[in-house]
């Protein structure tokens, strides 16, 4: 540890060298899984090879170099010290300088001098070289350019541009500081036109998340009512539902999983709310609620080994293996490699779930050129997972949550292979060229039995059903970025393409009917189904093009930014054809440096709804629509915590299943209207926040006959609220706990808004510790327990669909580094 200078040495500088830091279940024979593991195995065997220290030697330097930090705010010489003792290099601590001053830390990626930089951001000090360190000094009080403007030190960013850079971590270390905007590229949040929330790759650890929908969960707009037992992540984001199919992974649709991607392979769930197809194009579905991000992880300067242990309740047991290492005479070259692998009895009674996957992402870093590979085998199938019910006339009291109801041959079983290669040129230094292409092949087989409840004491008749199918995809994108001057402007130009293809094949085969009851349930015999699963009679193809010119353009010091532009797009699908132009505008006004105020108007053409899989006319596609987005906010920072308050109005079709027919149909449209509030950072040391609230105002309109005007839409909540916080126990070193409550207010479960299910709220509560049984090595163990009270409650009633709460889970960890 760095020592605190006494008030005995007040003026005396201390210098200070800062160096290291101080003080189950066999495998499933999956070959995709093993190949890749056996490569993971390789690099820990090689490691020993190559210390610590050889690394450190292989940086062109330690000022030059990025190195990852995760520094709280505190007082300024003491965090300080953090930041040299983390890169490795001296710094001279005048106190008499740095007495009575605090500092904002530092999270991300950042090179020694941007780091220092930020670090002393508000101080009135800078850092400058001095023989090999560091010296502190003060800021001229007046620069040249004019009275009261502080003079800053040189400050060098290497091996990325900005656009390129992933955004640093907040305080408090569970939410970065911005994200990829699709064609504006990474933006920081208070440049961003839009509500935007990031969750880091050290939340999803902490909160033990297992697919998406977890990760999300964090935030008030985003309702995920579907089951953590199902095998699918179907969020609701602004009170529309978003399948995480429609996810792009690293900038591209159609890549990651067909079913639930395993989040540990992910460095960031990057969460842009509203209408998106502006900025991403068009999403395989059509979805307008939000759109979602997926960054893969990335080797970093550090070498990483890790191993995970994991148990799930009730008796699932899985582990995670995390190795990353960078190779090259300038760590030019990295790869990383994560393995999952996952299997048992989940929380739902006779619930059994198996999961494999293997994830390699390659990377090469030049200062010119950054290129990226990624490659994943995933695999996962799940026995008597939580399903849905149709609504009938009533909707009886939920059931116990841990009861299953499901017939004993209920299986799904989703397989996906993917990958994706990108690329990034700069041509000078105000031109850049990137490209990326991509792709999947994943298959789905479900035996469903599809239950639509029929009264109030719980009876419904269950339709046995065999769903199998396969999609194709390939996707990509490529552009041009330019920024220049005109006069007092500042402009970064961008022309892309986007095209995504998709060939699906399908079959829905129902045979037989049987009546059950939630509270009581009858299994039957699995039917003799007689679809073929490799030649499926049905198929549909997709075709999703676009071209886009888009002009952010910045004056006054950045106080002022207008972003506009215009994107073409043509939805040629299975039985329509249809292409327009439509526009975007955003800006963002700054009228301090830590106040953003921003609005933006957004308007797409997109792919009409399809039929899902559980409805009788499942597939069809319906025709592409124009939707319109209207939104509004501020941003402020206050240094150690972040806030957006925002105000929206969106719409889109109102798609409804009926339970008598089961058929899919449209009826007029639902507009979304809502007031969005969020907080998250750490507003005092050891106390960390990531909170926020969401009122909603869904109306339908132009229904038929005008029957249902003015109703809301079902399965929209007026109020949810999402209120979590974590206290580091000072009595306690290395002890955190953490907690969340989850409000929901209730739902029409109807059109007609005749039914409807009551509000709830659940209890999350977790602890962590940080073991370290050696300086450089610690164990983490981890402990999360999700509706502490066991609460049996209707979850949502998404398009007339019924979703049991989750029963209580009990979640334990154990991390350790080598």
Do not use: C
Request: proline residues 6%; charged residues 20%.
């Amino acid at each position: 540890m760095t020592p605190r200078p006494s008030s005995r040495n007040k003026n005396h500088p201390t210098r200070v060298r800062l160096g290291s830091l101080p003080g189950g279940t066999p495998l499933a024979p999956l070959a995709p899984v093993a190949r890749l593991t056996s490569l993971a195995v390789v690099l820990l065997a090689a490691s020993p090879a190559l210390p610590t220290d050889a690394w450190a030697q292989t940086a062109r330097s330690a000022t030059v170099a990025q190195r990852e930090y995760r520094i709280s705010a505190g007082t300024l010489d003491s965090v300080l010290g953090q930041f040299g003792t983390q890169s490795n290099v001296m710094v001279v601590i005048d106190p008499a300088l740095t007495e009575g001053k605090t500092s904002p830390g530092l999270t991300g990626a950042h090179s020694v001098d941007v780091g220092l930089t930020r670090l002393l951001a508000g101080s009135g000090l800078e850092a400058v070289p001095d023989n090999g360190a560091y010296r502190l000094r003060r800021l001229p009080a007046v620069a040249p350019g004019g009275p009261g403007i502080a003079t800053l030190g040189q400050v060098t960013v290497t091996g990325t541009t900005e656009r390129d850079a992933l955004p640093p971590v907040a305080a408090g270390g569970q939410v970065a500081t911005g994200g990829r905007i699709g064609v504006l590229g990474n933006r920081d949040l208070m440049d961003t036109p839009f509500s935007t929330m990031n969750y880091t790759a050290e939340l999803i650890e902490n909160q033990q998340a297992r697919s998406i929908v977890d990760v999300l969960d964090n935030d008030a707009s985003v309702f995920t009512g579907w089951p953590r037992e199902s095998y699918v992540d179907i969020p609701q984001i602004r009170g529309f539902n978003v399948p995480m199919t429609n996810a792009t992974f690293n900038g591209l649709y159609g890549v990651s999983p067909i079913s639930k991607t395993p989040v540990e392979t992910l460095e960031r769930v990057e969460l842009l709310k509203g209408t998106s197809a502006f900025l991403r194009g068009m999403s395989p579905g059509g979805f307008i609620g939000g759109g979602v991000n997926l960054v893969p992880k990335r080797a970093t300067d550090t070498p990483i080994t890790r191993f995970t242990a994991t148990y799930d309740s009730d008796s699932q047991f899985g582990g995670h293996v995390d190795l990353g290492r960078r190779f090259g005479a300038d760590q030019q070259f990295g790869v990383r490699v994560n393995g999952i692998y996952r299997d048992g009895e989940g929380a739902l009674d006779d619930s059994k779930r198996t999961l494999g996957t293997a994830a390699i992402g390659l990377d090469y870093r030049s200062s010119g050129v950054r290129l990226s590979a990624d490659l994943g085998y995933d695999r996962l199938k799940v026995t008597r997972g939580a399903w849905w019910y149709f609504l009938g006339s009533a909707v009886p009291a939920a059931p116990d949550a841990t009861l299953n109801t499901t017939q004993h041959w209920n299986a799904v079983t989703s397989t996906t292979r993917y990958g994706m290669v990108r690329g990034k040129v700069d041509l000078n230094a105000n031109l850049t060229a990137y490209a990326a292409v991509g792709g999947s092949d994943s298959e789905l087989d479900a035996l469903s039995p599809e239950p639509s409840i029929i009264n109030a004491q719980g009876d419904y008749i269950e339709y046995f059903g065999y769903r199998p199918q396969r999609n194709l995809t390939k996707s990509g994108e490529a552009g041009v970025r330019a920024s220049f001057d005109t006069g007092g402007l500042k402009h970064e130009l961008t022309v892309a393409g986007t095209g995504l293809f998709q060939k699906s094949y399908f079959a829905n085969e129902f045979k037989g009917t049987g009546a059950s009851n939630i509270y009581r349930p009858v299994f039957y015999p699995k039917p003799a189904f007689t679809t073929d699963r490799d030649n499926l009679p049905n198929h549909t193809r997709t075709s999703l093009t676009s071209l886009v010119l888009a002009d952010t353009v910045s004056m006054l010091d950045g106080r002022l930014q207008v972003m506009g532009g215009l994107r073409h797009q043509r939805v040629d699908v299975t039985g329509y054809d249809e292409s327009t132009t439509t526009p975007g505008l955003g800006i963002v006004v700054k009228p301090r440096h830590d106040v953003s105020v921003y609005a933006n108007y957004m308007e797409a053409l997109t792919q009409g709804p399809t039929a899902p899989a559980t409805a009788s006319n499942a597939g069809q596609i319906f025709a592409p629509y124009k939707s319109k987005q209207y939104e509004a906010g501020v941003k402020v920072d206050f240094g150690s915590f972040f806030s957006t308050l925002s105000v929206f109005q969106i719409a889109r079709p109102n798609g409804q299943t009926d339970a008598a027919t089961r058929r899919y149909d449209l009826d007029g449209e639902q507009r979304n209207r809502g007031l969005e509030l969020s907080v998250f950072g750490e507003p005092a040391k050891g106390f960390r926040v990531l909170a926020g609230a969401m009122l909603l105002d869904s109306e339908l309109t132009s229904t038929a006959g005008g029957v249902n005007n003015g109703k809301r839409g079902s399965g929209t909540s007026r109020t949810n609220l999402k209120l979590g916080g974590e206290w580091d126990v000072a009595a306690v070193p290395g002890a955190t706990l953490t907690s969340r409550v989850n409000y929901s207010s209730s739902q029409f479960a109807d059109a007609a808004n005749t039914r409807s299910i009551p509000a709830w709220a659940t209890l999350d509560l977790g602890l962590r510790y940080v073991l370290r049984l050696s300086d450089a090595q610690p164990i983490v163990l981890r402990a999360n327990v999700y509706n502490v009270f066991d609460k049996q409650y209707w979850a949502s009633a998404s398009g007339g669909w019924l979703n049991v709460g989750t029963p209580r889970t009990i979640m334990l960890s154990a991390q350790f580094d080598f």
